[in-house]
């Protein structure tokens, strides 16, 4: 089978990790670079964390450090003060206890990132491309919306932008906007409705594929080779630390990035998707940064996004261990 190539966009943490790691033990596409972005943690981690991966998965492929801000969105004082905000640090004992760890439990390696900034990279491999390129984004979208306005040419050379951001009725960093739409609301809308396809996989969706828990975790640990036990530390760790900020009756988390990754690699885990406008609130208020989507039908409905409602649990949980089983020490 002929292999598609991505680009991956990620502010890499603990889902990111999943998510790079079963991407790149699939055969379905060929990662051609990596572009890191603030999010998670500020973008001189992320980068790291992505040449600590890559290395460790003993994978040759070029990791560009992208955006250490939003495009905008920092420079409106008091914009956060106007939501309802999420806890995503605590001092325990002295320790910053957040989300994401600021570095990968993973061994240090000599590879360093590329010269050329992420945004740079991104317009100049787009738009000399012979074939169309996918992208995949599981972080504020600020290194896409920086590329798209250098060159919004580029959204030509795309097929298909596969995002994890956005919930349908609800959010993570406040009551109704998740955290990558929010870091970068104005990057968001901008790739959004750049012209080219985008699969937008949101909370929702994300969660009706990819929760785990202590079961899941289980069959994880059982694969037993050095992939597959770093990735039950990944998902254990987070969920533990998500006991600390929210309490002890967090007892299973979301594997965001990871479930966006599936739904690209295998499109038939997707059980329902629906094609409708959809925008992000850039208004500063108490939505700021809150996915949008037009229900009403009045119109047909011609948009250039597909949104992922639900998804196939069982087959979801299923390929990760695939992937993981595929794993053979080079
Ligand atoms: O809201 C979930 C998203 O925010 C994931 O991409 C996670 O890694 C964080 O960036
Ligand atoms: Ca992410």
Redesign the pocket.
């Given at each position: 089978m002929e292999r598609k190539k991505v680009i991956f966009d990620?502010?890499?943490?603990?889902?990111?990790a999943v998510a790079l790691t079963a991407l790149l033990l699939s055969d379905r596409f060929e990662v051609i670079g990596i572009t890191a972005t603030h999010?998670?943690q500020p973008v001189c981690n992320t980068t790291e964390n992505a040449l600590r991966l890559v290395s460790f998965l003993n994978k040759d492929i070029p990791v560009y450090k992208g955006c250490g801000q939003p495009m905008v969105r920092h420079l409106f004082k008091g914009r956060n003060a106007n939501t309802i905000q999420e806890t995503i640090r605590k001092e325990v004992d002295g320790e910053v206890i957040m989300?994401?760890e600021p570095i990968l439990p993973l061994p240090e390696t000599t590879r360093t990132f590329e010269d050329m900034h992420a945004c740079s990279y991104l317009v100049d491999t787009l738009r000399n491309a012979k074939e169309t390129i996918n992208i995949c984004a599981?972080?504020?979208l600020t290194n896409l919306g920086v590329a798209l306005t250098m060159a919004p040419d580029i959204a030509e050379h795309i097929d298909t932008i596969y995002i994890?951001?956005g919930?349908l009725f609800k959010g993570?960093?406040t009551p109704i906007a998740?955290?990558?739409f929010y870091?970068d609301p104005e990057a968001a809308e901008i790739v959004l409705n750049c012209g080219a396809h985008v699969v937008l996989n949101p909370?929702e969706g994300?969660e009706s594929g990819a929760m785990y828990d202590a079961n899941e975790i289980i069959k994880i640990a059982a694969i037993d080779n050095k992939v597959s036990h770093f990735i039950r530390n990944e998902i254990s760790e987070f969920i533990a630390r998500e006991k600390i900020l929210f309490g002890d009756w967090v007892d299973s988390d979301?594997m965001?990035?990871y479930a966006?990754v599936a739904a690209m690699l295998d499109e038939s885990m997707i059980v329902e998707m629906r094609n409708e406008l959809a925008h992000v609130d850039c208004s500063g208020g108490m939505a700021d940064g809150a996915l949008i989507c037009d229900r009403r039908g009045f119109d047909e409905i011609h948009s250039k996004v597909d949104i992922i409602y639900r998804m196939d649990t069982d087959r979801t949980h299923q390929l990760l261990l695939d992937l993981l089983k595929s794993y053979a020490e080079a």
């Open positions: 990620t502010d890499i943490g603990s889902d990111d999010g998670n989300i994401h599981v972080g504020p994890m951001g919930g993570n960093r998740e955290a990558n870091d909370l994300c979301c965001y990035d966006a």
